[in-house]
């Protein structure tokens, strides 16, 4: 919301009268994140991604990125999440520590941490039967972008391919979630050599839903906070 300093200027009997300014938007900087409120983010934004990949494997679908790369290995090879999820990301944090620095390495590594470890808490706290595909996918898939995203402006992400998407934002402007959606294409249109086109169909507008999450609300110049 624009806010509006009242200045006094002449008008033409000599009279000074307060006038209304309206300041463009190069008069406002960015306000940084205080420590606190990323560690909050941090937490906040990692525990709605671990319950989102519960629901995705409870509904035998999967998502993109490397959470949803790692659910199709686990479909395929029957590996715990956490493992592979881990394993998936590690190249991915590599060059996201290179790229961006090691603050943003280091809120990468506790939330691919978080993740995967919160995602096989969830799944045995709430002891999840078997939900219906659909509804796994578009609400497992909306948590899991509604914590990307809240990551995402605090300067960290939860690694693989949202690191490589970021990075693409940062050097060429292309958002984030474009990137992103085409490498989940891949991982979706892979999912059919492990579960039925039913699944995939599910799983593909789940994937969709995360993306289009990313796509409206993350874009080059209009989230100010760093």
């Given at each position: 919301m624009w806010f509006h300093r009242r200045v006094s200027i002449s008008n033409p009997s000599g009279s000074t009268a307060p006038v209304a300014a309206t300041p463009g938007p190069g008069a406002f900087a960015p306000v940084r994140h205080s420590w606190v409120e990323d560690v909050v983010a941090t937490l906040v934004?990692?525990?709605?991604?671990?319950?989102?990949?519960?629901?995705?494997?409870?509904?035998?679908?999967?998502?993109?990125?490397?959470?949803?790369?790692?659910?199709?290995?686990?479909?395929?090879?029957?590996?715990?999440?956490?493992?592979?999820?881990?394993?998936?990301?590690?190249?991915?944090?590599?060059?996201?520590?290179w790229r961006r620095g090691w603050a943003f390495g280091t809120r990468t590594l506790v939330a691919i941490g978080l993740v995967g470890g919160g995602a096989e808490v969830h799944a045995g706290l709430l002891d999840l039967a078997p939900v219906p595909p659909l509804y796994g996918a578009l609400t497992g898939s909306l948590l899991a972008g509604v914590g990307m995203l809240i990551l995402f402006r605090h300067n960290g992400s939860m690694g693989g391919f949202n690191t490589l998407a970021l990075i693409v934002q940062d050097t060429?402007?292309?958002?984030?979630?474009?990137?992103q959606l085409g490498c989940?294409?891949?991982?979706?249109?892979?999912?059919?050599?492990?579960?039925?086109?039913?699944?995939?169909?599910?799983?593909?507008?789940g994937a969709a839903?995360?993306?289009?999450?990313?796509?409206?609300?993350?874009?080059?110049?209009?989230?100010?906070g760093s």
């Open positions: 934004g990692t525990y709605l991604a671990a319950l989102g990949v519960a629901l995705l494997d409870a509904g035998g679908a999967v998502t993109g990125g490397t959470a949803g790369l790692s659910l199709l290995l686990v479909y395929a090879a029957g590996l715990p999440f956490w493992l592979l999820f881990l394993l998936v990301n590690l190249p991915f944090l590599a060059l996201g520590t060429w402007g292309v958002r984030a979630g474009y990137v989940d294409v891949a991982i979706i249109l892979a999912a059919l050599t492990v579960a039925p086109p039913a699944i995939v169909a599910a799983s593909a507008l839903l995360l993306n289009l999450v990313l796509i409206m609300n993350h874009r080059p110049g209009r989230y100010l």
